[in-house]
């Protein structure tokens, strides 16, 4: 029992400190070439959110517009809140599900609707 206990004390094998370093280097160097990436697709999608509300909100418009017989609305200052969107006609809840959208809108009297801010 003696002698087991002893072999087992004397196998200290671990990591050197240069094998440690060498490891987080690597680690250091994979973080920066996978970091750049990873937040250049956040960007991308962030874009192509407003972008893709801001088609759903004017399609809205245009189709509440033809349904209703519109050629005109009032003029709408820019809101998120789509239940005064636009003043008179609103597009919550018949053309749009939710009541808010993540950027703000506004429109002229035409109907074409500006995407003031995105909300990102």
Known sequence: MKRFLNKIGQDNRGFTLVELLVAIALIAI?????????????GYGQTEGANAESSIVQTAMDTMMAKEGLASVTDTVETDNMTAFPTGNVLYPDYLRSVTTQGTYSCDTTGLVTQESTGY
């Not at 994979?30 to 956040?42: D, K």
């Open 30 to 42: 994979l973080v920066a070439i996978v970091m750049p990436n990873i937040t250049g697709l956040i």
